[in-house]
């Protein structure tokens, strides 16, 4: 099992570009996130999946799209990058009980210039 | 507003010492609480999860207590090793739903020879 990975592992992007992340699991999680970590904050949910076709927002959804067309996968899209975007991001997954273990990726870094 | 605090900030211990992290948290209603590891460059690895009902809960040299009445969590971590280096995150689910979850930012643990 390759758990959950990410792709890709670092990115630089110039203010305005577009790019998309991909997360897929291999432990067919029902549940899947994506997170932002900036130094000196705890991780911020971004958008999150409860299930293949259904996306719903997290807390900072502003300026990312999402989409899980596939019960494996989960993409991240930037429209249209800010620096404020620049941040490393993480895909988790997990079962449908609440109390599962959620998994996390190794993480995406992204700086926008 | 959901909030998670944890201290120290940051901790230096020689190795082969004991250590014990605090979480206090303000979340409501409660559903569970969770301990990660985070080695630098990494994503998060459970630890522990505790339910309202369980007082402690050990992994390897790992123990985590919760104390639902005074909403606080520690983690003490025995025989410390170089490979405990790591920042550890403490993490409040309130009932309803993943998406509600708060991540706390962390302590940093330095374990040096």
């Known amino acids: 099992n390759a758990g959950v990975t990410q792709t890709p592992k670092f990115r630089v992007l110039k203010t305005g570009q577009s790019m998309t992340l991909l997360c897929a699991q291999d432990m067919n999680h029902e549940y899947m996130y994506w997170y932002r970590q900036d130094p000196g904050m705890g991780l911020r949910l971004i958008h999150y999946?409860?299930?293949?076709?259904?996306?719903a927002k997290g807390e900072v959804p502003d300026g990312y799209n999402v989409s899980r067309l596939k019960k494996q996968n989960f993409l991240l899209g930037l429209e249209s990058a800010a620096p404020s975007q620049t941040s490393v991001y993480f895909c988790?997954?997990?079962?449908?009980?609440?109390?599962?273990?959620?998994?996390f990726g190794p993480g995406t870094r992204l700086t926008v210039l | 507003k959901n909030q998670v605090e944890q201290s120290p900030q940051s901790l230096i211990i020689l190795e082969g010492k004991n250590c014990t992290l605090q979480c206090n948290y303000t979340v409501s209603p409660f559903s569970n609480l969770r301990w990660y590891k985070q080695d630098t460059g990494r994503g998060p690895v459970s630890l522990t999860i505790m339910t309202f009902s369980e007082n402690t809960k050990s992994n390897g040299r790992y123990t985590a207590t919760l104390d639902a009445d005074t909403k606080q969590s520690s983690l003490h971590i025995t025989a410390s090793q170089l490979s405990d280096s790591a920042s550890y995150i403490c993490v409040a689910l309130p009932s309803g739903g993943y998406q509600k979850v708060t991540f706390g930012t962390g302590t940093k643990l330095q374990v040096i020879p």
């Open positions: 988790a997954s997990k079962r449908q009980k609440e109390a599962d273990t959620q998994y």
């Open positions: 999946s409860v299930g293949e076709g259904t996306t």
